[in-house]
C-alpha cells in the first residue's frame, strides 16, 4: 500500500535539487547505491527545504488516508481537539508526525538497494529528483512501481522494498522517514 503525489513545478525545482544534493558525502549502501548522511534536512538546502515542506504539507492528508479505509475527504477538523490523548474522532494527533531522517540516494548502472523496511518509522517517502529513461523501479511488499521524476511516494515504514539494480546512471531519490511522536504517548 502505498500514496504518490506529484510535486507541480518539479520541471523547474528538480534539476537545481539535484545539483544541490549532498552526493558528495555519500557512502555505499548494500546493493550498490550511494546514500549522503541521514541528516541533509538540517543542512539549509534551499532547494532541499522546498521539497521537504511541500512532502510535509502532505503528511497530515497521507496519513488520514492510511488510518481512514473508506474514501471520507480528510477534514483537519476531525482530529481535533488533541487534549483528548489521541485527536478526534480518528483517535490520533495528526500534528504529532516529524520529519527525522532525511538523505539522497544515487544510483549508477548496476546499482541498487536490497530488500530492506525503515521499521520503528511511522511513514517513509522516495522523492524521485532524477528518473533518466531506464530506471530501475521501486519494488514495494512485491509490487513493481514505475515512478516518475517530481514524484513523491509515501508507504509504511515497515513495508519492505528494493531497488534492482540500474540499467542506467544518475537515478536519484529524495528519502525520508516520519515518527509519530504524541506528546500525550
Not at 510535486?7 to 555519500?26: F, G, H, Q, V
Not at 496519513?63 to 490520533?92: A, M, Q, T, V
Not at 521524476?149 to 536519484?172: K, M, Q
Request: hydrophobic content about 35%.
Amino acid at each position: 500500500m502505498y500514496q504518490r503525489y506529484n510535486y507541480p513545478d518539479a520541471e523547474t525545482l528538480n534539476p537545481k535539487l539535484y545539483k544541490a544534493l549532498p552526493i558528495w558525502e555519500s557512502k555505499p549502501v548494500v546493493g550498490g547505491g550511494r546514500k549522503s548522511n541521514l541528516d541533509i534536512h538540517k543542512k539549509g538546502i534551499e532547494e532541499v527545504d522546498t521539497i521537504l515542506k511541500w512532502i510535509g504539507s502532505l503528511v497530515p492528508l497521507v496519513s488520514h488516508k492510511y488510518s481512514n479505509p473508506s474514501n471520507i475527504e480528510f477534514d483537519y477538523r476531525d482530529y481535533l481537539p488533541p487534549s483528548d490523548h489521541g485527536g478526534g474522532k480518528y483517535n490520533f494527533n495528526i500534528d504529532a508526525f516529524n520529519l527525522s531522517q532525511c538523505w539522497s540516494v544515487l544510483y549508477n548502472k548496476g546499482d541498487g538497494v536490497e530488500k530492506h523496511n525503515h521499521f520503528p518509522y511511522a511513514l517513509s517517502f522516495c522523492y524521485y529528483v532524477n528518473m533518466p529513461d531506464g530506471s530501475s523501479p521501486l519494488i514495494l511488499e512485491d509490487e513493481v512501481i514505475y515512478p516518475k521524476a517530481g514524484e513523491v511516494i509515501f508507504f509504511l515504514g515497515s513495508a519492505y522494498h528494493s531497488v534492482p539494480p540500474c540499467d542506467v546512471d544518475c537515478r536519484c531519490a529524495l528519502v525520508g522517514n516520519i515518527r509519530y511522536l504524541d506528546i500525550y504517548i
